[in-house]
C-alpha cells in the first residue's frame, strides 16, 4: 500500500510566519506534488517535483516556496504567511504524472 | 490549454437512481483521463482512468472525443457514493494532471 504522509493533519499559525508543511512517502515515486484545495476551486496546483533537487512551478506558485533534498521528502514553505493561504494543503506523489497517490491533507489557518 | 470543466459544482439524486456526474475537456492531442474520489474524512484516490475500461464500485466513464466529454455514470446511487468527485486530465509529455474543479454528489435515501 503506498503511504503518503504529511506532518499536521491542522495547522494554526498567525499572519507573518515562516510555515513549513512536510510530506514523505515511502513508494520511491520520483514525482510528487503539492496542491491546495479550496471550495468551489477544485485542487490547483502549486509546484511539483520530478526529482531530487528539481522543482517546477504550479499554477499559484506566488508566496510559496519548496526543498526537495531526498527522494522521498517534499516540503512546502509559506515565506509569510498571510490570511489568504488559509486552506486545505495536498501532498502526492506517483511514479509518472498521472496516476498520483494523495496524503490525507493539511488544513492550514492563518490568523 | 488544457481545461477540465465540472459544470455542477453539486448534485443530488435519490437512492437507486441513476448518476450522471458530467466532464468535458479541452485539449489538442490524445488525453488521458481520470476520475478522482474524496470521501468523507478520507484521502482523495483514483477512481478510475479511461484507458483501463473497467468498472469501479459500479461507476463507469467513457471517453467521447468528439463531444470532448468523459462523463462519470452509475446506474443505480448508493448513499455510499455520497462524496466529492474530480475529473482529471493528462496531456502529453511530462505534465501534471489538470483537475476540474470537483462535483459534490449527494445520494438521498
Known amino acids: 500500500d503506498v503511504k503518503v504522509t504529511q506532518s499536521s493533519r491542522y495547522l494554526v499559525k498567525r499572519t507573518g510566519e515562516k510555515v513549513f508543511l512536510e510530506c514523505v512517502q515511502d513508494?520511491?515515486?520520483?514525482?510528487m506534488f503539492w496542491y491546495r484545495q479550496d471550495p468551489g476551486l477544485g485542487l490547483r496546483l502549486i509546484y511539483f517535483s520530478y526529482d531530487v533537487k528539481m522543482k517546477e512551478k504550479g499554477d499559484i506558485p506566488e508566496g510559496y516556496s519548496v526543498s526537495r533534498e531526498k527522494k522521498e521528502r517534499f516540503s512546502l514553505i509559506l515565506e509569510s504567511a498571510s490570511t489568504n493561504q488559509t486552506s486545505m494543503y495536498l501532498c502526492?506523489?506517483?511514479?509518472?504524472?498521472?496516476?498520483?497517490?494523495f496524503g490525507p491533507g493539511t488544513r492550514l489557518l492563518v490568523l | 490549454a488544457q481545461r477540465v470543466t465540472q459544470p455542477e459544482k453539486l448534485l443530488s439524486v435519490f437512492k437507486g437512481a441513476p448518476v450522471e456526474l458530467k466532464c468535458n475537456y479541452s485539449?489538442?492531442?490524445?488525453?488521458?483521463l481520470f476520475w478522482y474520489v474524496q470521501y468523507s474524512r478520507q484521502r482523495l484516490q483514483l477512481l478510475l482512468r479511461?484507458?483501463s475500461r473497467e468498472s469501479i464500485k459500479g461507476f463507469t466513464a467513457d471517453l467521447n472525443k468528439g463531444e470532448t466529454s468523459f462523463h462519470l455514470k452509475k446506474p443505480f446511487a448508493q448513499e455510499e457514493d455520497s462524496a466529492m468527485y474530480y475529473c482529471?486530465?493528462?496531456?502529453?509529455?511530462?505534465?501534471?494532471?489538470?483537475f476540474g474543479k470537483g462535483t459534490r454528489l449527494s445520494v438521498i435515501a
Open positions: 502526492a506523489s506517483g511514479s509518472g504524472m498521472e496516476t498520483q497517490y
Open positions: 479511461h484507458i
Open positions: 485539449y489538442s492531442g490524445s488525453p488521458e
Open positions: 513508494m520511491d515515486h520520483e514525482n
Open positions: 482529471a486530465l493528462s496531456g502529453q509529455g511530462n505534465t501534471p494532471l489538470v
